[in-house]
């Protein structure tokens, strides 16, 4: 049986809708699911801890879920794809912010946001809120895989999901998503920010 470490990064709360879907992904008797719940400060830090924390254990697979991003479908599922890593696309531009209609997902080609797909694809880079990988490329990489680019005055210049992309695929290892295995990413939002039309239909 493949034994996954399913890795929560947080800043110390967790939604019930995260905590649903722990329960799911361990509860299920497929894989031998241990969970590991991080609180470092900066996401950075806490992925980089979550790797350490697997390469001490003898799980198979990472599966690393942000707390506002649980997946609408079992990403389990995925393993037997047999692939070093799927992202699963994530929105990250929803149409109730900015006033914007329409949204893209976390999953790049040539740079840039995607949004849609079908399927099994390979891909350029993927965002981290929900990912599934290897054992194996964390072995290759070495230490702290999710290190940012800063400028000199320690602003982030390049995020540590990019930049773990940009050291994955340097190390040769290729990249997926799948499409028929999106996230829900949910955030906290100011409600004058909304398009009248939308927020006429919250009250």
């Known amino acids: 049986m493949k034994k996954v470490l399913l890795a929560i990064p947080t800043s ?17 008797k497929k894989y031998k699911v241990t969970i590991h719940i991080s609180k ?25 879920v942000d707390t506002d991003n649980p997946p609408l ?15 699963l696309p ?4 929803m149409s109730c912010i900015r006033g914007m209609s329409f949204f893209k997902y976390n999953i790049y080609k040539d740079d840039k946001p995607l949004k849609d797909g079908e399927g099994l694809q390979k ?5 981290t809120g929900c990912i599934l990988i290897k054992r194996e490329v964390f072995e290759k ?17 390049v995020g540590e999901d990019i930049m773990f992309c940009r050291r994955v695929k340097k190390a040769g290892i290729d990249i997926w ?27």
């Open 90 to 93: 994530t929105p990250i531009n």
């Open 141 to 157: 990489l070495g230490d702290n895989p999710f290190t940012p680019e800063r400028y000199e005055d320690d602003r982030i210049k």
């Open 73 to 87: 479908d079992n990403p389990l599922d995925l393993i037997k794809e047999d692939k070093d890593i799927i992202g």
């Open 177 to 203: 998503t799948h499409w028929d295995y999106k996230c829900h990413h949910y955030k906290e939002i100011d409600l004058t920010t909304l398009p009248v039309e939308i927020f006429n239909k919250l009250i």
């Open 40 to 64: 470092l400060v900066g996401i950075e830090a806490n992925r980089n801890q979550i790797v350490k924390a697997l390469l001490n254990s003898t799980c198979d697979y990472l599966l690393m």
């Open 123 to 127: 891909v350029d880079a993927v965002g």
């Open 12 to 28: 110390g709360n967790l939604d019930y809708r995260i905590v649903e879907f722990m329960l799911d992904m361990y509860n299920q």
